[in-house]
């Protein structure tokens, strides 16, 4: 039925040849369609046709062909009486549009299919003003209308099936990618989602004194083009505000941070007064603002993602649209990178509601109650891309190796010391249990990043004092290192992918080497990095060894001299992790840094690795051998026997001065 109807569908009719009007018959006519633009103004339809023209010259070889499918008219009759599609874009008011629609009802063959491209009034209403309101449907383009693929196609409470069928595959026909919105909901799905994203970012700014070209950066770094202050800058705050504003009269509980009203009352509307949350060279001159890209994780994203992932998960509760509906509104319509609820996959529906439940705490707006179909999720372990379920479904693959804890999340390995009791002490099994996971990972192409993490609340406390106190003999020791601890060591540097340490907590002795291992790293600010083998009469070999790769001598020497523990921005700015964040940001970052690894070939990579390894190998393997032929001496030694013993009796060794 809907292909007839959109077949049957020739002639169009756009009312109005405003900003929108204008773009939105281009299109058509591009696409074939025979198309009548009506005016109250012939000058307006006079620069429509320039505009037009000038439009054509950029996108089409034979402009004049298009431009001969466009007839313009002040006569309602010559408009509409024998138009099949009119697409109203008169300005945004009520009155109007329902006088507006009046006229066209009268004046139209009773098959003419109505749409409207309001931007806020409910279509319902719109349609009441004709005797078809089943006929009546939302076609809301964005703007500018030819270059933007996005429509979002909205069923007024009256929108017959066919109806609605017809105005998505028209949308399709003239090539740009229908979004459903199965209700007219205020704001309809683009504007409350971008709304809910750009209020919490102003919120950021006015309530908690963040900065604003940080929260831009944090979003830039997730892959948005631009953040949320330059979009506001760009499209207008005026006009986002005015969408605000819509959405709260009709009842839809959101706050418009004062700062937002602040700079609507004083006209600084962004680009096009020349002055918004930045400034540009002159009105309506567009330069990029300079963003910092160096503080670009001191804002954590989840805190605009959660908030517009709340209003996804409250449209799919209420049957307002999908899940690819969504997704596809946000990647096509606002070139986000993924779609919002893929992203949600990845960020972890419980992080997301913990974020939403420290918003809500902070603000204290209502709003930032977490939707019951999240908890939902939540309570049946459907967390995203962790658990292999959430929104989507994701490969997943889990396995156990020994105290060692294997999952395959897409196309990441993340492999966990879990003996969180023991604050992940390295153990025979804990070593053991690397190299198998290390090598399941290896082993499975689909891997394309590894990454290292501590369960519970360290990375890894070091080598297990017990077990290795319990080594009896020059022999056991020499097992242990030799056989255990050095394969798996061999196994960490030939890793063909690469690896990310991702660290929470303490990084001590063998933790603290196995960070100096992996080719990347991310640690928590609370997280901290020593070597204190020293300090129970033995030393770290791959410190002293493979670690003079990432650390100068002084900084070596410190850490083995002293055994003395040096905080998570000490190590970065050592070299020992690339990062020092936010604990809420140290999974984020190590799954974007893992991520951005995938932008180089696999077979790149693991030859970049070896060449790393091969040069390290020239330099330091035998180094690393006899640093490992001395630790079996020194464990030993009555030195360590003295060491050890204080160690687990949390005392200082009889040395110490
Ligand atoms: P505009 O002011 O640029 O154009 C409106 C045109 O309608 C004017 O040329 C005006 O002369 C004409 N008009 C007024 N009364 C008329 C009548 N009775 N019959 C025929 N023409 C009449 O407005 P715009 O920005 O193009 O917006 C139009 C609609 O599109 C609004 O509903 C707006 O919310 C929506 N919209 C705008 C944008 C945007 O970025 N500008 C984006 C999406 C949707």
Known sequence: MSASLTESVETVTVVGGGTMGHGIAQTFAMSGYDVTIIDIDEDVLQTALEK???????????????????????????????????????PENIDLKQDVFGTIDNH???RTILATNTSTLPITEIASATDRPSKVVGLHFSNPVQLMDIVEVIRGKETANDIFEAAETISEAIGKTPVLVEKDIPGFLINRINLRFWLEAVRQVDQEGRDRKTIDAAIRRIGLPMGPFEVLDFSGIDVATMAAHSMQDRGVDLHIPDLLEKKEEAENYGMKTGEGFYTYPEPGEYSRVEIPQERRNDFDPKHLVAPAVNEAAWMLANDVTTKSEIDKAMQIGINWPRGLLEMADEYGIDRLVETLEELHARSGWDEYEPNPSLRELVANEELGQKTGTGFYEWEYEQAEFETVRYERREYAAWITLNRPDRLNALDKSSWNGLKAALEKAANDDE????????????????DDIAEIQSLESTEDAREMFEEVLGPTVQTVRNHPKPIIAAVEGAANGGGCELVLLCDLAVASTNSSFALPEGQIGALPPIGLTYGRMSLGKKEI???SLTGDQFTATEAESMGIVNYAVDETQVEDIVRELAHSTTASGPKSISEMKDLWTGMEDDLLETWFDEAMDRLVKRTQSEEAEKGLAAFLEKREADWKR
């Not at 007839?71 to 697409?87: I, N, R, W």
């Not at 891997?447 to 070091?462: E, W, Y």
Request: charged letters at 30%; a negative charge.
């Open 557 to 559: 020497m410190e850490m």
């Open 447 to 462: 891997v394309r990043a590894t990454v290292l993490q501590g369960a519970g609340r360290a990375f890894c406390a070091g």
């Open 52 to 90: 037009i023209e000038g439009s054509l010259e950029k996108l089409t070889e034979d402009p004049d062909a298009v431009l001969a499918q466009i007839e313009t008219t002040t006569s309602e009759e010559e408009a509409y009486g024998d138009a099949d599609l009119v697409v109203e874009a008169v």
């Open 108 to 110: 139209a063959p009773e």
